[in-house]
């Protein structure tokens, strides 16, 4: 069993920055394939990121802006999101799969996060 749990959102103006983490607890996290979503209102669920070992993933509407990491000594996984604009306004979740790939589909996902508030004002 993991427990994950996002802190670090807020509000902040268009062009400014936050970091996201996720912190986890209970089996050894960095086994798993684990990621970011996002979903704004009226909006469907939408993958931002992911990281397995050496390996990240990014959607189109963030890459260059935003930078996932993960430090696996305090088992936290973080998430620089610079350069924000409006259209980054969501709950944004922290989740882990054993499987890459199904993790990058969002569904059937092993484990999420309780999502945190970030809001960019224009």
């Known amino acids: 069993q993991v427990q994950l749990v996002e802190s670090g959102g807020g509000l902040v103006q268009a062009g400014g920055s936050l970091k996201l983490s996720c912190a986890a607890s209970g089996r050894a996290f960095a086994d798993y394939a684990k990621g970011w979503f996002r979903q704004a209102p009226g909006k469907e669920r939408e993958f931002i990121a992911a990281?397995?070992?050496?390996?990240?993933l990014y959607a189109d509407s963030v890459r260059g802006r935003f930078t996932i990491s993960m430090d696996n000594a305090s088992n936290t996984m973080s998430l620089q999101m610079n350069g924000l604009k409006s259209e980054d306004t969501a709950v944004y979740y922290c989740?882990?799969?054993?499987?890459?790939?199904?993790?990058?589909?969002?569904?059937?996902?092993?484990?999420w996060g309780q999502g945190t508030q970030v809001t960019v004002s224009s």
């Open positions: 990281i397995r070992w050496s390996t990240t």
């Open positions: 989740a882990a799969d054993s499987s890459l790939n199904q993790l990058r589909t969002g569904t059937s996902v092993d484990y």
